[in-house]
C-alpha cells in the first residue's frame, strides 16, 4: 500500500471547516483527517485560535487538533522563508510573514498545501493539495 503523504492546511481552509457544516473544504478536511494526513505549523495554529472569541471554545479547538501533525519549524525553514520574501518583495510582491512560512516547510519537506489564498500562486515548484 502506498505512503499517503500529509497535506499542510492553511487558515483559510480551517475557517470553513470550523464555520460551514457543508461546505467543501469541511468535507476535504474531514478526509484529510480521517486518513491522519492533515499537518499544522505554529503560526497557522495561532492563526485558528485568534479567530475564536471565548477561550472556551478556542481551548476546545486546541485540544481538537492536538492530534494532527504538528510540523515544528526549523532554523533553516525560517531563514528559507525571509529568503522567499525578499525575493518575492523584489517582484514587487509582499506576503504575510505566515504564507512565508508556511511555502519554506512546505518546500523543504516536499509536501502539498492545502489553500485557496492566491499567494501560493506566486510560489514556484510549490505543491498544491487539490482534492
Not at 500500500?1 to 478536511?29: G, Y
Not at 492530534?67 to 510582491?93: C, M, N, P, S, Y
Request: hydrophobic residues 45%; contains cysteine.
Amino acid at each position: 500500500m502506498a505512503v499517503r503523504e500529509i497535506v499542510l492546511v492553511d487558515t483559510c481552509i480551517w475557517v470553513p471547516f470550523f464555520n460551514r457544516r457543508q461546505s467543501r473544504e469541511k468535507h476535504n478536511v474531514d478526509a484529510l483527517l480521517d486518513e491522519d494526513r492533515a499537518a499544522l505549523v505554529g503560526p497557522i495554529l495561532s492563526e485558528i485560535l485568534l479567530g475564536f472569541r471565548r477561550d472556551e471554545y478556542a481551548d476546545w479547538v486546541a485540544s481538537e487538533l492536538r492530534g494532527l501533525h504538528f510540523l515544528e519549524v526549523t532554523w533553516d525553514e525560517w531563514r528559507a522563508a525571509a529568503r522567499l520574501g525578499r525575493k518575492l518583495i523584489a517582484q514587487d510582491h509582499t506576503l504575510p510573514q505566515t504564507d512565508l512560512v508556511i511555502a519554506a516547510v512546505a518546500l523543504a519537506r516536499d509536501i502539498a498545501v492545502y489553500s485557496s489564498d492566491p499567494h501560493f500562486e506566486l510560489i514556484r515548484d510549490i505543491k498544491r493539495y487539490s482534492p
